[in-house]
């Protein structure tokens, strides 16, 4: 089995601040992915990567960056950090076209 | 965009009892995920159906798919109080296996 190992797993900044958030995985994963979970809501995508150096937009990508420095890392970064995006951030990683994902336990962003 | 979204509902049953959950989608998925998250988690996947089968079993757990009516459901006999968890559907878009959409979730507390 394998692990997707998300950092840091509570991250607390400031209003405007830029804040990045890494994920690793071991499964040796073509694509990887972030999502964000708001309270109450599905998870929404924000980036996702095929490959390394590769990355796609999803549907809430605006106001974060994303990097895939390699096969095993994903990091997102938040460029300016809102209040209004107080939420859960959680990376996953999948195989094949079997589409299953393979999830981290998640990073809680506050924002001061 | 609406994908693979039930509607947010928490339910609250006695351990033992059979429960069923619902998703609706609004277009064409070649599969649908159900995934199960429990507090402070990522989400883990339990049942995946394809657009080609009509129902699926794994152990407590049968999903069914209608794909005439773009719904699915996941049924839980016997629950446990381990079963208390967030259930979310997910469905794929017609752009890529790689981009799925989650319900809200349906919120589901076993009382021992």
């Known amino acids: 089995g394998g692990i997707i190992t998300q950092t840091p797993k509570f991250l607390i900044g400031q209003e405007g601040q830029k804040l990045t958030l890494k994920c690793q995985q071991n499964?040796?994963?073509?694509?990887m992915y972030w999502y964000r979970q708001d309270s109450g809501k599905g998870l929404r995508l924000i980036y996702y990567?095929?490959?390394?150096?590769?990355?796609q937009k999803g549907d809430l990508s605006e106001g974060y960056d994303a990097s895939r420095e390699k096969k095993s890392s994903f990091s997102l970064t938040v460029t300016s950090a809102q209040k209004n995006e107080m939420a859960v951030f959680l990376c996953?990683?999948?195989?094949?076209?079997?589409?299953?994902?393979?999830f981290g336990e998640g990073s809680k962003l506050t924002v001061l | 965009s609406q994908w693979g979204e039930e509607n947010l509902q928490a339910l609250s049953i006695q351990e033992g009892e059979d429960v069923t959950m619902n998703c609706s989608y609004k277009?064409?998925?070649?599969?649908v995920q159900w995934y199960r998250q429990k507090s402070g988690k990522g989400p883990a996947l339990i049942i995946l159906?394809?657009?080609?089968?009509r129902e699926k079993r794994s152990g407590r757990l049968r999903a069914t798919l209608d794909t005439s009516s773009q719904s699915s459901s996941l049924s839980i006999t016997g629950t446990l109080a381990t079963d208390t968890a967030v259930y979310f559907c997910?469905?794929?878009?017609?752009?890529?296996?790689?981009?799925?959409?989650f319900g809200k979730g349906t919120s589901l507390t076993v009382i021992p």
């Open positions: 277009t064409y998925t070649t599969v």
């Open positions: 990567s095929i490959t390394e150096n590769d990355l």
């Open positions: 159906i394809r657009s080609n089968e």
């Open positions: 996953a990683s999948s195989m094949d076209n079997t589409g299953q994902l393979y």
């Open positions: 499964f040796n994963h073509d694509t």
């Open positions: 997910a469905t794929d878009s017609n752009t890529g296996y790689q981009n799925f959409y």
